[in-house]
């Protein structure tokens, strides 16, 4: 396939950057599943798409990083959230196999947790830092969904981000 114009979504290296970027997200809750490292990471490169998403009361006030974030959004159209969601998939599933393939992050027998085992190289952690440096704000709304939210069931993230079908998960 050609491209005329560079996607980030498309791109397992800028993925495994972004998974990256989430280090200390995981390394405060030991482990999160899959998808709930891609639902983060899907509002991490859109984050003016926050606006859709069904928070708790208490954290209505994420709603305005829709607002904030407004110049982010790619020139040209992008499909709906659920189609652009499925179609990152598989640039999600090459990062995380490189990051466990490097040690970054651990090897599990349960292919669908993630956990770090490494930080990265001092180099890339400075980038890394003045990056989530300048996304303060957006980074604390990632920090609150992989604490305060489940992922699975009724009014879990899946559900709430509307982004996975909940409605055959085992709760």
Not at 33 to 51: A, E, K, S, T
């Amino acid at each position: 396939m050609i491209q005329i114009s560079f996607q980030p979504a498309f791109d397992p290296f800028h993925a495994a950057f972004r998974f990256l970027r989430m280090h200390s997200i995981l390394a405060e809750h030991r482990s999160l599943h899959f998808d709930q490292l891609r639902i983060m990471d899907f509002f991490l490169l859109f984050p003016f798409r926050v606006g859709r998403i069904r928070f708790k009361t208490q954290h209505r006030r994420f709603r305005r990083l829709a607002e904030e974030y407004l110049d982010r959004k790619p020139y040209g159209e992008l499909p709906d959230d659920r189609l652009l969601f499925d179609r990152m998939e598989p640039f999600h599933v090459a990062a995380l196999e490189s990051l466990r393939s490097h040690g970054y992050l651990k090897p599990s027998d349960d292919l669908s947790l993630v956990s770090i085992a490494a930080p990265p190289p001092p180099g890339l952690t400075e980038r890394i830092q003045s990056e989530n440096k300048r996304d303060q704000s957006l980074l604390e709304m990632l920090s609150v969904l992989a604490s305060e939210y489940e992922l699975m069931g009724r009014d879990g993230l899946k559900d709430r981000s509307d982004l996975l079908d909940y409605r055959y998960d085992a709760v």
